[in-house]
């Protein structure tokens, strides 16, 4: 089974595994996220520039135990006037030239080198399904002034010509995919009029593995393959076999890049999730969706109804997932996801929402950090929800500033910031490694579980209080409470917790609260 499933993800991979047993954990590498042992999870800081994250790195995510950062795609793209510099340009590529809002060649290589120094790793979002739209035009509008011609597929700063992609291969009416039910269409049709490049071609993929294997070098961990249900999981694998292994300045002899490919997955359509199995991790939409409609109590759900949480739900194998709450798409409308999502807009059950993927087992975990736009809604859908980040007149991106209160200022929002997700992603790499253990409910929306005997939560979604002493699996002592507050030296700021010597603790929260959840773990015991 191990074997099957791995095999054929790096070229020596077949050879090796026969004779040492070992290789087979250099070959699986593109399902281990590469995080920093002791580290289990990456943030995700869309759109920010690469010196703010750099500085971001060392000032504040090595320090709070963050294993790594999703950064927006590096590479060059259109330059979108009308509207005003909008966010998803930067899926419009028109090189692999290392230059964008977000900082040009020299800045990423130093910010991939100070997050590495700091212990945090670099992950990229890469477009390799598709250039830019059809549409877009003639000239140099391009975030490194390269020129292209949209409309003859020409793109010499790669360079790729008209010969490069599929639209002799798409049967739909428009050149479009149509139909999401047609497997060929999805991948070989374009996704959203944009220019859908020919993976199966050696020209193609060696271009994309140069892109890719210029990251490598600098130093990057691994990559979020964008739009992989558009891509033949046959061509992924072409592409992935021609990859380095990472640099061995920061990672050790033969580690392979960490991939995770945006899939989404709701049910229903030709393509699933599992037919990326082969590749890497795979985005599990049907997580945020479902947590969502949990955390609003929708259609009758019930917090009491998490405990089989994860396979249980019908979600991929937990160490195939890559699990978010939120995503850039779906916080805004864009991509799939529903009303369901919940987002930095409704903070309250936000933080519960993320408190609970911390603290769960089941996946590998994205946090979310957000920018704020102006949402504003018309007929059900935001009219703004193509707004780009904070910037300045000229279209440059606005610095992420740092207040007294370790909150940011130009509107960038830094969830990660906030002292009840930092605190669970510190939460998860202490439990990390334990079992899922003392599961308690109420029937309802008061629920608690622990892990082993590291960690114990305890969430209030309900509209009365709870009051209720339960097992924790902790060793006796007193812990302060990280939602509330948190320990600093030998003195806890939120809720002291005292758990007795048989493991027992009384709890009590508020439906009122302003965060009904406590959270304790072995590192907060004071
Ligand atoms: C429009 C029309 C098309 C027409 C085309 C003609 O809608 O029907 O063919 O003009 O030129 C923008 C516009 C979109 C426009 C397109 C091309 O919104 O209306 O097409 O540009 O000009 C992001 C945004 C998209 C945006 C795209 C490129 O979400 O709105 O399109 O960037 O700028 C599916 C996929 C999934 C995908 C998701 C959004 O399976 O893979 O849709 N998610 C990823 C990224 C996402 C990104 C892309 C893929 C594309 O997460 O952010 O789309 O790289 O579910
Ligand atoms: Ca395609």
């Known amino acids: 089974m191990e074997y099957k499933m791995r095999t054929g993800t790096h070229k020596d991979c077949k050879m090796k595994l026969l004779f040492f047993l070992v290789v087979i954990k250099l070959c699986s590498g593109q399902y281990d996220p590469n995080v920093k ?5 990456i943030v995700h800081l869309f759109e920010w520039k690469w010196e703010d994250i750099a500085d971001e790195c060392e000032r504040y995510l090595g320090p709070n135990g963050f294993g790594g950062v999703q950064i927006s795609p590096p ?67 391009s975030t490194c002034g390269s020129y292209f011609n949209s409309g003859a597929r020409d793109f010499p700063a790669v360079p790729y010509s008209f010969l490069d992609f599929s639209n002799y291969k798409c049967k739909s009416h428009s050149g479009g995919i149509e139909n999401y039910n047609d497997p060929y269409q999805v991948r070989d049709c374009q996704l959203l009029g944009l220019l859908d490049l020919a993976l199966e071609k050696d020209y193609v993929r060696e271009k994309i593995a140069e892109y890719m294997n210029n990251l490598i070098n600098i130093g990057v961990a691994g990559f979020r393959l964008d739009a992989s249900k558009h891509m033949w999981p046959g061509d992924i694998k072409a592409i992935l076999n021609r990859l380095e292994d990472l640099n061995t300045t920061w990672f050790s002899n033969g580690t392979r890049p960490f991939v995770y490919q945006e899939v989404i997955d709701l049910g229903g359509e030709a393509i699933s999730a599992s037919d990326y199995f082969g590749t890497g991790r795979v985005t599990e939409f049907k997580y945020g969706a479902k947590l969502g409609t949990v955390i609003r109590r929708w259609n009758g759900e019930k917090m009491a109804y998490l405990r089989n949480w994860g396979e249980g739900w019908g979600f991929m194998p937990s160490d195939r997932a890559l699990v978010f709450v939120d995503n850039h798409d779906n916080q805004r409308g864009h991509g799939a996801g529903g009303s369901s999502i919940l987002t ?24 979310m950090s957000s920018y704020r736009w102006p949402r504003h809604f018309a007929d059900g859908k935001d009219i703004n929800n193509w707004m780009g980040p904070p910037s300045n007149p000229d279209g440059s991106t606005q610095p992420v500033t740092i207040k007294a209160d370790t909150t940011c200022g130009n509107n960038w929002v830094c969830e990660h910031r906030w002292r009840q997700i930092k605190n669970m992603v510190i939460f998860r790499n202490v439990v990390d490694g334990q079992a899922l253990t003392n599961w308690w409910d109420n029937g309802n929306n008061q629920i608690a579980f622990g892990r082993g005997n590291k960690g114990f939560i305890v969430f209030n979604n309900d509209d009365w209080d709870l009051d209720v002493t339960l ?46 959840f406590v959270a304790i773990h072995v590192n907060a015991k004071l």
């Open 75 to 141: 590479n060059e793209n259109l330059v979108i006037t009308k509207p005003w510099r909008p966010w998803d340009e930067r899926y419009q590529p028109v090189s692999y030239q290392l230059c964008t809002r977000s900082g040009n060649e020299e800045q990423f290589i130093d910010m991939v080198t100070r997050c590495n120094n700091a212990g945090v790793h670099i992950y990229v979002d890469t477009v390799i399904n598709h250039m830019t739209g059809y549409g877009a035009g003639i000239g140099n509008s």
């Open 471 to 516: 097992n924790t699996g902790l060793p006796a002592g007193t812990y302060c409470d990280v939602i509330s507050g948190q320990k600093q030296d030998t003195m806890c700021s939120g809720k002291k917790i005292t758990v007795n010597k048989d493991s027992t603790a009384h709890f009590q929260i508020s439906n009122t609260a302003e965060d009904p």
């Open 37 to 41: 042992p002791g580290k289990t999870s």
């Open 344 to 367: 930095f807009f409704e903070s309250q059950l936000y933080k519960m929402a993320v408190g609970f993927m911390l603290a769960h087992p089941y996946g590998f975990t994205r946090v």
